[in-house]
């Protein structure tokens, strides 16, 4: 009792504390002396904020785009804007300003829905709003706990907090008066969820917003065709910020072409230009990024006598070496022990070929050993928060290089960083799929763009490609965004691919391959003659998937392109394509293959 003479209350841990033993205190209530009170404990893995800080002062490009918004508030209802800024142009702090504004809105204010592609953006960007908006803030996604995410709803629904940030599922948490949404880095194909229910953060965006009459932004240094299609068309507001904050320079893009490093003998994965940038880098004591979009370390092994690839039992595959000894397969996550013998023909000479970022890690270790590396890709991020424990160390200068796959592209403001390389840029022309060239160039623009930041000298960038000459790959290299876009719609265009057509994939699947072929062949022909004729609906396929066989299933696409969605959807019903299971119905795919 002499302690509740100091204070009112204590919670049982400080009575712990104070060896105070719970049959002691269990006595005090009995007899009428203390009152017991349950209180809900919140959980977060994010400290909240405690201070706001002072702002600084807007850019002329920030602050057109704030009063743009603005406007937008003012009138009422649904308006889209697509912010078009360079990388480091400040497009945070417009989020961050259009929330201030949202939230002013009203008696209690409306509620903010900030979405980022990746969960290791999630801690800068909850940083930054923090510094803004102190503990008005939930986060929600896939790596917190469930206990964590119930916190966040309960919150939300008690009005305790007004702007949600987190993952694409973030969308769904059940707040009721959202003024306005906003999706950072819009182009990323990670907002699309490719598993049922297969959904595009952008679109469920979009219709959340026009339910609500909020505001969208989507914001993108390179943003998807789509959305700048859109915005060129005067269905969304586009604002420019084309320069970065401070008249900080944009890096100097340089490409080395790896066919002339294979001419001169060099065959290592880090060419002769990039290990002297490095060199140069770590002299100066800065700090550099390099991307390689593979992680693993070697793509696949392979029997010198026979030819033959070691491959997944249940898709077909290749396995992925990786330096733990085991094979794994990056798509069903099928584990195997490296065989002594080649399956084939039992001939113990099996070679790894290719590189990924294990291996990669491993020669620059030898080719720079007193870098001190830090290696950040699907295999080191599988701990909760992971990404952000990395990225804290690295932004505290505990190391010099960080590697990784593209996940250390998008976003990311690492002031140290001066010097930047890419690894295989252009791998993914080699896709079957018309958003090759769009692919290589987001990945080149968006992982240059973390070079020269802050630093006041301008950032530089190496990019090692085979097709140094492709239009992708020139632009990129040059941040010329609308070249590339000029160039890509009017392929686009003759082709009739997005934005000038509407995709529907259908997959087809099924154990036996031949009941595969036939039932999406008999699909292709049904439509084909429903829509004969007609220019605007039209279909590819059957093909095989380009995993043939997953999970034991052998799988066929059949793609229809369309500029009339709304009657391929009652040809689909019709069919009751819907209604069953061996078929899986995608629209507006991002991956056709």
Same mark, same amino acid.
């Given at each position: 009792?002499?302690?509740?003479?100091?204070?009112?209350?204590?919670?049982?841990?400080?009575?712990?504390?104070?060896?105070?033993?719970? /049959?002691?205190?269990?006595?005090?209530?009995?007899?009428?002396?203390?009152?017991?009170?349950?209180?809900?404990?919140?959980?977060? !893995?994010?400290?909240?904020?405690?201070?706001?800080?002072?702002?600084?002062?807007?850019?002329? /490009?920030?602050? /057109?785009?704030?009063?743009?918004?603005?406007?937008?508030?003012?009138?009422?209802?649904?308006?889209?804007?697509?912010?078009?800024?360079?990388?480091? !142009?400040?497009?945070?702090?417009?989020?961050?300003?259009?929330?201030?504004?949202?939230?002013?809105?009203?008696?209690?204010?409306?509620?903010?829905?900030?979405?980022?592609?990746?969960?290791?953006?999630?801690?800068?960007?909850?940083?930054?709003?923090?510094? /803004?908006?102190?503990?008005?803030?939930?986060?929600?996604?896939?790596?917190?706990?469930?206990?964590?995410?119930?916190?966040?709803?309960?919150?939300?629904?008690?009005?305790e907090a007004g702007i949600i940030i987190g993952a694409r599922s973030a969308l769904f948490t059940p707040a009721e008066n959202v003024g306005a949404i906003i999706l950072d880095e819009e182009q990323d194909m990670s907002y699309k969820q490719d598993e049922s229910p297969r959904y595009h953060a952008r679109v469920v965006a979009e219709v959340l917003a026009r339910r609500y009459g909020a505001i969208l932004v989507l914001g993108s240094a390179t943003p998807s065709l789509e959305s700048y299609a859109r915005a060129c068309a005067g269905e969304l507001t586009l604002l420019r910020m084309p320069d970065r904050i401070g008249s900080q320079p944009l890096p100097e893009v340089r490409a080395v072409d790896m066919r002339e490093e294979l001419r001169h003998g060099r065959r290592t994965v880090i060419s002769l230009p990039l290990r002297e940038l490095l060199t140069e880098t770590l002299a100066r004591r800065e700090q550099a990024i390099i991307m390689l979009n593979r992680r693993g370390y070697s793509t696949f092994i392979m029997c010198r006598s026979c030819g033959a690839v070691m491959t997944c039992t249940q898709c077909s595959m290749p396995l992925v070496y990786h330096v733990n000894g085991e094979l794994l397969c990056h798509h069903c996550d099928l584990r195997a022990p490296v065989p002594e013998t080649c399956p084939q023909c039992g001939s113990r000479y099996i070679k790894y070929f290719? !590189?990924?970022?294990?291996?990669?890690?491993?020669? =620059?270790?030898?080719? =720079?050993?007193?870098?001190?590396?830090?290696?950040?890709?699907?295999?080191?991020?599988?701990?909760?928060?992971?990404?952000?424990?990395?990225?804290?160390?690295?932004?505290?200068?505990?190391?010099?290089?960080?590697?990784?796959?593209?996940?250390?592209?998008?976003?990311?403001?690492?002031?140290?960083?001066?010097?930047?390389?890419?690894?295989?840029?252009?791998?993914?022309?080699?896709?079957?799929?018309?958003?090759?060239?769009?692919?290589?160039?987001?990945?080149?623009?968006?992982?240059?763009?973390?070079?020269?930041?802050? !630093?006041?000298?301008?950032?530089e960038v190496i990019v090692q490609t085979y097709n140094p000459a492709h239009y992708a790959v020139h632009a990129a290299m040059r941040q010329d965004y609308e070249a590339f876009a000029e160039q890509e719609l009017a392929l686009r265009r003759e082709l009739f691919y997005p934005p000038f057509s509407r995709l529907v994939k259908l997959l087809f699947h099924d154990p036996n391959r031949d009941r595969a072929w036939n039932e999406a062949n008999t699909f292709a022909v049904s439509f084909q003659n429903t829509f004969a004729g007609r220019a605007g609906c039209m279909v590819i396929g059957p093909s095989p998937a380009l995993i043939e066989k997953e999970r034991g299933a052998y799988r066929f696409i059949v793609l229809i392109k369309t500029d009339a969605l709304a009657d391929v959807r009652v040809f689909l019903r019709n069919q009751g394509i819907h209604l069953r299971d061996d078929i899986a119905i995608d629209i507006d795919p991002v991956a056709i293959f």
């Open positions: 009792l002499a302690l509740f003479r100091v204070r009112n209350e204590y919670t049982r841990g400080e009575l712990d504390a104070q060896d105070v033993s719970l /049959a002691t205190i269990k006595n005090l209530v009995a007899a009428g002396y203390l009152t017991e009170h349950m209180r809900r404990k919140l959980r977060s !893995s994010y400290t909240a904020g405690t201070a706001e800080k002072s702002a600084e002062e807007l850019t002329e /490009a920030q602050a /057109a785009a704030v009063t743009a918004v603005h406007a937008g508030l003012a009138d009422g209802g649904f308006h889209g804007y697509l912010l078009h800024g360079v990388t480091g !142009s400040g497009k945070t702090r417009v989020y961050i300003e259009t929330a201030r504004a949202v939230r002013a809105r009203g008696a209690e204010g409306r509620q903010v829905v900030v979405l980022v592609p990746e969960i290791a953006l999630t801690g800068q960007l909850i940083t930054a709003f923090q510094e /803004a908006f102190m503990d008005d803030i939930v986060v929600f996604h896939s790596q917190l706990s469930h206990a964590e995410r119930n916190d966040s709803i309960f919150r939300v629904r008690r009005g290719g !590189s990924g970022t294990e291996k990669l890690e491993e020669e =620059l270790g030898q080719l =720079l050993p007193a870098a001190r590396i830090v290696r950040m890709d699907r295999d080191t991020t599988g701990r909760k928060l992971a990404h952000e424990e990395i990225l804290t160390k690295f932004r505290r200068r505990d190391f010099d290089i960080l590697l990784g796959t593209q996940m250390v592209a998008k976003g990311h403001d690492l002031p140290g960083v001066q010097s930047v390389g890419i690894i295989s840029a252009d791998a993914s022309l080699n896709l079957p799929d018309f958003r090759a060239a769009e692919r290589c160039f987001m990945l080149i623009t968006q992982t240059a763009g973390r070079a020269g930041r802050h !630093s006041g000298a301008r950032g």
